[in-house]
């Protein structure tokens, strides 16, 4: 099956939130300013609109694995980021240093919400704080991973406005657990040393991650459609394996949603380019 971007898209800037600037937010940034030149200059009206929150400072540990500097160290990650973006590429993004709680609201209503969170907590609140903030629809890009493997999943999220078929199930449709909190691990204090967290993280695999989840929207951007939505990734064993657009394999995580009438359009086959 083939997914086709929601046309919206494709006649102002993108709405796009990204939840996280540490260990893979960091990288996707970086992309997103590329993404987002990339498809300025192939034509699309505006690009991408993005807001980044992280509650946290920069600290010497995050220095080699994220994209940071050690100038950087004690600033906002969120706004030292996005200040770079803006400086360099000549963007006009913005930054909140706060959490996202199961009580938030995204401040407008975005197209796409990236989660770079690293617990099932917060998984949840970023789920439940798109749904009270979007209208019609936005894509929900989940992106996370263990100390060698990843998975990257990019599914839809409708507003009580919208009732159509074929939703894109997101990370949270296919594994119920992901955000469960109660099964977070307890153990979440901030490793002391770039050695330590090496420990609990391949030095790559959140830039692997990022790269991944980035491409996603690339191939969705850029040509208008998607045949996949996700990945599956092993840096250690080389393997990936993407998550198809078909409700028989969604059925093997025990997803299957009824058909609803359609009520909101998301058909649409034009390039960035048109």
Known sequence: MIHNIDPRLLTRAIKVVLVGAGGTGSHVLRRLATMHLAMVELGHPAGLDVLVID??????????????????????????LVNRCNMLMRT??????SSVTDDSRFRHNPDIVIGCVDNRK????????IKRSVNQSAYYLDIGN????????????????????????????????????????????????????????SLFINDTMAN???????????????THHGQFVNIKSGRITPLAIDPEAWKRFAFQEKAKPKRCSTTAKAKVDR
Do not use: M
């Not at 917060?122 to 704080?129: D, E, I, P, Y």
């Not at 991944?212 to 998607?226: D, N, T």
């Open 146 to 201: 263990t100390e060698h493997t990843g998975q990257v999943i990019l599914g839809e999220v409708f507003g009580t406005s919208c009732k159509r078929e074929n939703r894109l199930p997101h990370a949270a449709d296919l594994y119920p657990d992901i955000i469960d909190g109660s099964l977070d691990d307890k153990d979440d204090a901030p490793s002391c040393s770039l050695a330590e967290a090496l420990d609990k993280q």
């Open 122 to 129: 917060g998984r949840a609140a970023v789920l439940k704080a």
């Open 212 to 226: 991944a989840a980035c491409s996603l929207l690339w191939e969705l951007f850029r040509y208008g459609q998607i």
């Open 55 to 80: 509650p946290d400072t920069v600290s010497k540990t995050n220095i080699g694995r994220q994209n940071f500097w050690p100038s950087d160290v004690g600033q906002s990650k969120a706004e030292i």
């Open 92 to 97: 006009g993004w913005s930054a909140e240093k």
